[in-house]
Structures are given as structure tokens and as C-alpha cells.
């Protein structure tokens, strides 16, 4: 093999290692979220039903009305776990390629204010081979809204979500950064709204008031 060929084979190594990872795990979707129940629970499906078409929106002062600080936007997200299932529990094997989440890194880009990127530690999320789950993710954690506070209204900015983990074999995973924009919309308050003037008390909102979300009215 002469030294150019190897050359041009180490480049093409060395950009490969570059490229985020998109082909084992992988954030796929913002969802849609679900319309609360008649108590106010939010349900969630293991995949979307439905996408987010919007931009989302937060009041990072936002303080409910029972007194209760928000303070930031959570949001659910599609999970795909795209690796071939490689061992059957009927058997006793064990699937390798199962996935497990265990944190997520964030980083914001805006041009109105500079933000740390940051690192959330989570409760473990299983994402099973070749299947999807769906995990609810804080955009906007409290560390970040404090930051937000004093920024005017409509401040704009760009959230790049990270899943980490690893997989039942033990190796880790980093997926590609999947981009949401958020509009910083500081007294706003309240997402609820009742169109029908017959239904005025709002039994609950998905995934949570002070931010996007999806309202139901009594």
C-alpha cells in the first residue's frame, strides 16, 4: 500500500470520528404533547403520536398561582434506538444493544446572552434495540431560567441536546445534537387558555404551565 493511499485512508479515519453519531442512538422528534386527563395527568406514548411544528416558549419568572416557582421548560422527545436486537430474554440472553440513558448535555447559543453549557444527570432511561421510547428532557433546567430572568421578552435562543449513555455491552454513546429553539418570553405567565367562556377552570396543562404546553379546560 503505498503512503499516499494510507494517508488518505488516515484522514478519512480521522473525519469519520467527527461526524456526531446519528446511526446507533439518536433523538429523532419533539413531540406533540399529550391533552392532560380529566385530573390532569399527563399520559405519554413509547413513540410520538404527533410532532411539534412550533418554536417553544418559556416565562423563566413565571410563579404559579399557588405560589410554586416553575422556573424553566421541560419537554418530551422521541428516542430511537436503531441498533439490531442481539439476544431474546425467552433464553436467558442478554440483549447487548439495549440502550440506557444517563444524562443529557445541553449547550444554548443566543445572541443576547451567553449560557454555560451544561451537563444533566438523570434517572437511568431504557431504550430498548430497534425500538423508541419517549423521555421528557429539561430544556431549560432552573440553573439556566435563573440566568434567564433579566433578558427581555422574546429573547430568542437555540438549545443543542445531547443523549449520553451506554448500551448493555457497557460501551458508551454520545448521540448528535438535536436543535430546539426557545422564545424567552419573561411575563407571559400562564399558557392556559379556555376559548369556551362555558369552561373556565383549567384542569391541567402537558407538560407544564408557565411554558409551551397543551391546555384542557373544565
Known amino acids: 500500500m503505498n503512503a499516499r493511499l494510507v494517508t488518505a485512508l488516515l484522514l478519512l479515519a480521522g473525519a469519520a470520528g467527527c461526524v456526531d453519531n446519528n446511526a446507533s442512538v439518536r433523538l429523532s422528534a419533539a413531540c406533540f404533547p399529550p391533552t392532560p386527563s380529566d385530573t390532569g395527568g399527563c ?19 413565571y410563579v404559579s398561582p399557588t405560589g410554586t416557582s416553575v422556573n424553566g421548560l421541560i419537554w418530551p422527545f422521541q428516542v430511537d434506538n436503531q441498533r439490531p436486537s442481539n439476544g ?14 444517563t444524562a443529557y448535555q445541553i449547550a444554548y447559543f443566543s445572541s443576547a446572552i451567553a449560557l454555560p453549557t451544561i451537563t444533566i444527570d438523570d434517572t437511568t432511561r431504557l431504550v430498548e434495540a430497534a425500538s423508541s421510547q419517549v423521555v421528557s428532557i429539561p430544556v431549560v433546567p432552573p440553573s439556566v431560567a435563573l440566568l434567564l430572568g433579566g433578558v427581555p421578552a422574546g429573547t430568542q435562543l437555540r438549545a443543542e441536546i445531547r443523549a449520553k449513555g451506554h448500551f448493555g455491552d457497557g460501551q458508551s454513546f454520545e448521540t448528535g445534537p ?7 418570553d419573561n411575563g407571559r405567565g400562564s399558557g392556559a387558555y379556555c376559548p369556551d367562556p362555558a369552561k373556565i377552570i383549567v384542569a391541567g396543562q402537558c407538560p407544564q404551565d408557565g411554558q409551551s404546553n397543551v391546555t384542557l379546560c373544565k
Not at 431474546?88 to 440513558?101: L, Q, V
Not at 438535536?178 to 424567552?184: D, E, G
Request: aromatic fraction near 12%; proline fraction near 2%.
Open 43 to 61: 399520559s405519554y406514548s413509547t413513540s410520538c403520536t404527533s410532532v411539534m411544528m412550533d418554536n417553544l416558549w418559556v416565562d423563566a419568572t
Open 178 to 184: 438535536f436543535s430546539v429553539v426557545v422564545f424567552v
Open 88 to 101: 431474546a430474554p425467552a433464553d436467558g440472553s442478554t440483549n447487548t444493544a439495549s440502550a440506557f440513558i
